[in-house]
């Protein structure tokens, strides 16, 4: 019998790119007050995008998934999140490519990049940037 001494734990960490400048043009043109309002609207509705993205997954509902990440790569862009905006795209890709095993693995990047890109905006101190 063969006896395994040590087991390694992969963690994944990903990191999240916010665009700067596209928050401070938010606080620029609709004034700080309501450019926090608009991100923690923002905010809520990724969270909401997400999690229907992977119930969608395991409905294995293609097309509502599809439209579903391909709206967290509108929304998310609009406020700076490129790392989202681009892992959203990469979902719809292999969606349309139909590899249900690479959709399986970009899906789960983009809950991690998701959750990390909202921990990120919600962190910051001075959403005025």
């Known amino acids: 019998m ?29 004034g700080d007050t309501n450019a926090v309002d608009v991100l923690c609207r923002t905010i809520e ?43 959203a795209g990469d979902v719809v890709n292999t969606v349309d490519t139909g590899d249900v095993v690479a959709t399986g693995a970009t899906l789960s990047r983009l809950i991690r990049v998701g959750e990390r890109s909202l921990t990120a905006i919600w962190d910051q101190q001075d959403l005025s940037v």
């Open 45 to 87: 509705e990724l969270a909401l995008r997400l999690s229907n993205c992977e119930r969608f997954w395991r409905q294995r509902n293609w097309v509502d998934l599809r439209k579903c990440a391909k709206s967290l790569v509108a929304i998310s862009d609009q406020v700076g999140m490129t790392a989202l905006a681009r892992v």
């Open 2 to 30: 063969n006896v395994v001494e040590k087991i390694i734990t992969l963690e994944q960490q990903e990191s999240v790119h916010l665009d700067p400048d596209r928050l401070g043009g938010l606080c620029t043109q609709l």
